[in-house]
């Protein structure tokens, strides 16, 4: 288990986004996954804020940039998000659309989001993972 954290106000498509901290945690991430083998393949997943990390992660991979413009180092080859939500996705499809490369790296990657019922950020998600065509 890797612990990480950013700072969240309300988990909503019109919160305010803390992208130094998402990136900081992708690159935490990416930093742990990058002692692994050329030949394994990496998957990421997580609960809830670890999910927003991981999806977050997604996002960085099919751009191939974290928020703040660095490279991202890393190939991933799977993603999951438990009861999660997808940070900074207001600027997600712009993104995603104003590179063929990334819009091909998120047509490819294995997704898997899954939610209860009850859960406050399944609206959120679906709805983003729907506009940015995951």
């Known amino acids: 288990m890797i612990l990480i954290g950013f700072d969240i106000g309300e988990i909503s ?7 130094d901290g998402m990136d900081a945690s992708a690159a935490h991430i990416a930093n742990l996954l990058s002692s692994e083998p ?3 393949k990496l998957g990421i997943g997580g609960f ?10 997604a996002t ?11 490279v991202y180092p890393i190939n991933l080859s799977a993603v999951v998000g438990l009861s999660g939500w997808l940070p900074c996705s207001r600027s ?3 993104k995603v659309d104003s590179s063929q490369d990334a ?32």
């Open 38 to 40: 050329p030949d394994v």
């Open 48 to 57: 809830s804020m670890g999910a927003a990390a991981a999806l977050y992660s």
């Open 92 to 94: 997600l499809r712009t």
């Open 13 to 19: 498509e019109d919160g305010a986004d803390d992208v």
């Open 103 to 134: 819009a091909r790296r998120a047509a490819s990657l294995p997704l898997l989001v899954c939610h209860g019922r009850g859960s406050g950020s399944q609206r959120s998600s679906e709805s983003t993972l729907e506009a940015v065509e995951f």
């Open 60 to 70: 960085c991979f099919t751009h191939g940039k974290y928020g703040n413009g660095s």
